[in-house]
């Protein structure tokens, strides 16, 4: 391959550090780019025929993520094809994730980066995998890339449902100036800019944001944010030095039990135990850089980062103890850090040309985590406190070797070795464990023909248990004993796709998948343990499609359907609770039409089984966002910003289980518990350019 071609490589190709030790270039093709210079893509970089190795990859630009209608920044990952992302808490807490037939709770097994760094976070105090991305400054979004199923030798834990990569731009073109106020107590300020200093430039971006909800309990979140990153392009090496701060705390509104709002005992916008809350905050140093020579690209990423959350929730609220209340806060405390380094190169055997990239990645965390019993957040008993360390190496090689004019394929392997410590307040559940894994990764891709490709994709993957349930013997709120549980759980994937341009201006992709877990393994923070479940399957399909016409309208439609079940017999049934099945949106824009613009975004969220058996299930869900804007000359414009603007009272998610209203029985009574979805709301923006 000459340099050209590398250069263009490095555009399909995204190269990812934590400095904790796990290192992770990123998403080979649309699935990630390199986070070092700015970024250049045609006109619809959708259109991935000739360079995509499945179906499921893609690339949301800047424009689109701009046009979208965000209650919070989380929910722009939902321009992923069949990403739900919904909240059942405060604002400040980490959003809740559905995609591939999985409740993914608050990120596993979707591994989520943003400018390389690794959000979810392993052995947390809440649950594995926590990703919160309330630090994200959507207006310094470049782009957002994805791929699904464990079919890339470049990503390790948490990706065996899918990967997101999110890059911040190096430099703006004009300065931003933003103020938006709203309904609900919404109040938000921004300002950004980029200057050259020297052979680089400087971004800088501080964004302050508070929001009570529509709740009974205002939810007072009170958020600060600040970006600062400099960057330079000196020819064949490029680098980046980012530093970022955020912090937040707010009060929320957990779940409620359907019987108390139909009995009148809670409103359907109240909460039980008005105390509920937390506070979180994160700082993070990071680096990339890039260097292209005659012998290929090499890419490094280095991150270190604090993070610090304190979390009080009451799900349960007289169950376990009627006098004082069940409130617990979860505590979690830690540094990671990551470096991720890999090569790409490619040579000519025998007139076949063969592109090679290798990877390593490691990653380091120090945690300190904890569960309390608490009353009104103060504390009343220790369940247990662990200090955590946990280490990994990943390494990786992977080839795409084009065969003949129409057929190619892509061939990796990786390999993951986990380290982990646990010193525990209690003797028994300390200890030390060791783990490794080895997954396969193929794709087969024929064509194009009539600009269609088709896809077969196999791939092995993986995520990692809480480090506290590796070596825990002795439950520690009942005292019972338990079995440890293995620290890496194997995914299989099986897919087949097709992806199509053949009518102009329209991208269309298609596939069906399979993924196997060998066991679903949760540690519950809410308890303190980790329960094994079962072997799981889901099957479904997913179709996308991305119509532009012309320069003025966009239209955006996906929609998935999945079949998740325990794989094993078992007579409680073999549904998976909360695992989504039907998910569908619809969003289009439209802009260029002189100074109006706007859009519209419809989602469905389908019904979903709460309990084994099925004999209890969610409702479906359908919400509607929306905007239109003005632009008053060429530097300021003024955007209304509309969302459920159908006012619908509909859930934002559900769960089935026993919990204890005051003057039930003390067994407590098996009931929905539900978070609303908030109610119709107006925010008015105004946007300076300078």
């Given at each position: 391959?000459?340099?050209?071609?590398?250069?263009?490589?490095?555009?399909?190709?995204?190269?990812?550090?934590?400095?904790?030790?796990?290192?992770?270039?990123?998403?080979?093709?649309?699935?990630?780019?390199?986070?070092?210079?700015?970024?250049?893509?045609?006109?619809?970089?959708?259109?991935?025929?000739?360079?995509?190795?499945?179906?499921?990859?893609?690339?949301?630009?800047?424009?689109?993520?701009?046009?979208?209608?965000?209650?919070?920044?989380?929910?722009?990952?939902?321009?992923?094809?069949?990403?739900?992302?919904?909240?059942?808490?405060?604002?400040?807490?980490?959003?809740?994730?559905?995609?591939?037939?999985?409740?993914?709770?608050?990120?596993?097994?979707?591994?989520?980066?943003?400018?390389?760094?690794?959000?979810?976070?392993?052995?947390?105090?809440?649950?594995?995998?926590?990703?919160?991305?309330?630090?994200?400054?959507?207006?310094?979004?470049?782009?957002?890339?994805?791929?699904?199923?464990?079919?890339?030798?470049?990503?390790?834990?948490?990706?065996?449902?899918?990967?997101?990569?999110?890059?911040?731009?190096?430099?703006?073109?004009?300065?931003?100036?933003?103020?938006?106020?709203?309904?609900?107590?919404?109040?938000?300020?921004?300002?950004?800019?980029?200057?050259?200093?020297?052979?680089?430039?400087?971004?800088?971006?501080?964004?302050?944001l508070t929001k009570d909800g529509p709740w009974i309990k205002h939810e007072d979140f009170k958020k600060f944010n600040a970006v600062l990153r400099y960057s330079q392009d000196t020819g064949s090496t490029k680098f980046n030095v980012t530093a970022m701060g955020y912090g937040g705390n707010w009060n929320s509104t957990d779940q409620i039990p359907a019987r108390?709002?139909?009995?009148?005992?809670?409103?359907?916008?109240?909460?039980?135990?008005?105390?509920?809350?937390?506070?979180?905050?994160?700082?993070?140093?990071?680096?990339?850089?890039?260097?292209?020579?005659?012998?290929?690209?090499?890419?490094?990423?280095?991150?270190?980062?604090?993070?610090?959350?304190?979390?009080?929730?009451?799900?349960?609220?007289?169950?376990?103890?009627?006098?004082?209340?069940?409130?617990?806060?979860?505590?979690?405390?830690?540094?990671?850090?990551?470096?991720?380094?890999?090569?790409?190169?490619?040579?000519?055997?025998?007139?076949?040309?063969?592109?090679?990239?290798?990877?390593?990645?490691?990653?380091?965390?120090?945690?300190?985590?904890?569960?309390?019993?608490?009353?009104?957040?103060?504390?009343?008993?220790?369940?247990?406190?662990?200090?955590?360390?946990?280490?990994?190496?990943?390494?990786?090689?992977?080839?795409?070797?084009?065969?003949?004019?129409?057929?190619?394929?892509?061939?990796?392997?990786?390999?993951?070795?986990?380290?982990?410590?646990?010193?525990?307040?209690?003797?028994?559940?300390?200890?030390?464990?060791?783990?490794?894994?080895?997954?396969?990764?193929?794709?087969?891709?024929?064509?194009?023909?009539?600009?269609?490709?088709?896809?077969?994709?196999?791939?092995?993957?993986?995520?990692?248990?809480?480090?506290?349930?590796?070596?825990?013997?002795?439950?520690?709120?009942?005292?019972?004993?338990?079995?440890?549980?293995?620290?890496?759980?194997?995914?299989?994937?099986?897919?087949?796709?097709?992806?199509?341009?053949?009518?102009?201006?329209?991208?269309?992709?298609?596939?069906?998948?399979?993924?196997?877990?060998?066991?679903?393994?949760?540690?519950?923070?809410?308890?303190?343990?980790?329960?094994?479940?079962?072997?799981?399957?889901?099957?479904?399909?997913?179709?996308?499609?991305?119509?532009?016409?012309?320069?003025?309208?966009?239209?955006?439609?996906?929609?998935?359907?999945?079949?998740?079940?325990?794989?094993?017999?078992?007579?409680?049934?073999?549904?998976?609770?909360?695992?989504?099945?039907?998910?569908?949106?619809?969003?289009?824009?439209?802009?260029?039409?002189?100074?109006?613009?706007?859009?519209?975004?419809?989602?469905?969220?389908?019904?979903?089984?709460?309990?084994?058996?099925?004999?209890?299930?969610?409702?479906?869900?359908?919400?509607?966002?929306?905007?239109?804007?003005?632009?008053?000359?060429?530097?300021?414009?003024?955007?209304?910003?509309?969302?459920?603007?159908?006012?619908?009272?509909?859930?934002?998610?559900?769960?089935?289980?026993?919990?204890?209203?005051?003057?039930?029985?003390?067994?407590?009574?098996?009931?929905?518990?539900?978070?609303?979805?908030?109610?119709?709301?107006?925010?008015?923006?105004?946007?300076?350019?300078?």
């Amino acid at each position: 391959m000459n340099l050209n071609k590398i250069t263009e490589l490095t555009t399909q190709i995204q190269f990812f550090v934590c400095v904790s030790l796990t290192l992770i270039p990123y998403m080979a093709n649309a699935a990630g780019v390199p986070t070092l210079k700015d970024i250049i893509i045609r006109a619809n970089a959708r259109e991935l025929i000739g360079t995509a190795s499945s179906a499921n990859e893609g690339t949301v630009l800047k424009q689109q993520l701009d046009a979208r209608t965000v209650y919070r920044p989380g929910e722009l990952l939902e321009t992923v094809p069949g990403l739900i992302v919904t909240q059942h808490s405060g604002e400040g807490k980490a959003n809740q994730y559905f995609l591939r037939g999985f409740n993914l709770d608050h990120g596993t097994d979707l591994r989520i980066t943003v400018d390389g760094m690794l959000v979810n976070q392993r052995s947390h105090g809440h649950g594995q995998g926590w990703a919160d991305t309330n630090f994200i400054i959507p207006e310094l979004m470049g782009n957002l890339q994805y791929l699904k199923g464990p079919y890339y030798a470049n990503q390790g834990d948490f990706s065996s449902a899918g990967a997101v990569s999110m890059s911040y731009v190096d430099k703006l073109p004009k300065g931003i100036a933003s103020y938006g106020i709203g309904q609900q107590g919404f109040m938000r300020g921004l300002v950004t800019k980029s200057h050259e200093v020297g052979a680089g430039n400087v971004l800088y971006a501080v964004e302050l944001l508070t929001k009570d909800g529509p709740w009974i309990k205002h939810e007072d979140f009170k958020k600060f944010n600040a970006v600062l990153r400099y960057s330079q392009d000196t020819g064949s090496t490029k680098f980046n030095v980012t530093a970022m701060g955020y912090g937040g705390n707010w009060n929320s509104t957990d779940q409620i039990p359907a019987r108390g709002v139909a009995t009148g005992f809670v409103p359907r916008l109240g909460a039980i135990d008005p105390s509920s809350g937390g506070e979180s905050h994160r700082f993070s140093l990071s680096s990339a850089l890039q260097h292209i020579s005659r012998f290929g690209i090499t890419q490094m990423n280095l991150y270190t980062l604090h993070s610090n959350l304190a979390l009080f929730s009451n799900f349960t609220y007289f169950l376990d103890d009627p006098v004082k209340g069940d409130q617990f806060s979860q505590i979690d405390k830690r540094f990671q850090s990551a470096m991720n380094i890999n090569h790409l190169w490619s040579n000519t055997i025998k007139g076949i040309e063969v592109e090679h990239m290798v990877g390593v990645q490691f990653q380091n965390d120090v945690i300190n985590n904890g569960l309390l019993s608490t009353k009104e957040r103060q504390t009343l008993s220790t369940t247990r406190k662990d200090h955590i360390n946990q280490n990994s190496i990943g390494i990786y090689y992977q080839n795409s070797i084009q065969w003949f004019e129409k057929f190619r394929s892509v061939a990796g392997v990786r390999s993951d070795f986990y380290w982990f410590d646990v010193n525990s307040n209690l003797s028994a559940n300390s200890g030390n464990r060791y783990d490794s894994m080895t997954n396969p990764k193929l794709s087969l891709i024929f064509g194009p023909w009539q600009q269609t490709e088709l896809y077969f994709n196999y791939g092995g993957g993986f995520h990692s248990n809480d480090a506290r349930g590796t070596t825990s013997t002795i439950d520690p709120k009942s005292g019972d004993p338990v079995q440890p549980v293995s620290p890496l759980v194997r995914s299989t994937g099986y897919e087949v796709g097709v992806r199509t341009g053949i009518v102009p201006g329209l991208q269309a992709s298609f596939a069906l998948f399979r993924l196997d877990m060998a066991s679903e393994l949760l540690f519950v923070g809410d308890a303190g343990t980790t329960e094994a479940t079962r072997p799981s399957k889901r099957e479904g399909f997913e179709v996308s499609l991305f119509y532009k016409p012309n320069d003025w309208l966009t239209v955006d439609v996906d929609y998935a359907l999945a079949r998740a079940r325990f794989s094993d017999s078992d007579p409680t049934g073999d549904h998976i609770p909360g695992a989504i099945q039907g998910v569908g949106k619809l969003a289009v824009s439209v802009d260029n039409l002189g100074p109006f613009f706007g859009n519209l975004q419809m989602r469905y969220f389908g019904k979903r089984p709460l309990i084994e058996n099925n004999s209890v299930q969610s409702d479906q869900t359908v919400t509607l966002n929306g905007q239109i804007g003005y632009k008053i000359g060429k530097n300021v414009q003024m955007t209304l910003q509309g969302f459920n603007l159908l006012n619908t009272h509909a859930h934002a998610i559900d769960y089935y289980y026993t919990s204890r209203l005051p003057g039930e029985p003390a067994a407590g009574v098996s009931d929905v518990h539900f978070h609303p979805i908030e109610s119709r709301s107006l925010r008015v923006n105004w946007i300076a350019n300078f």
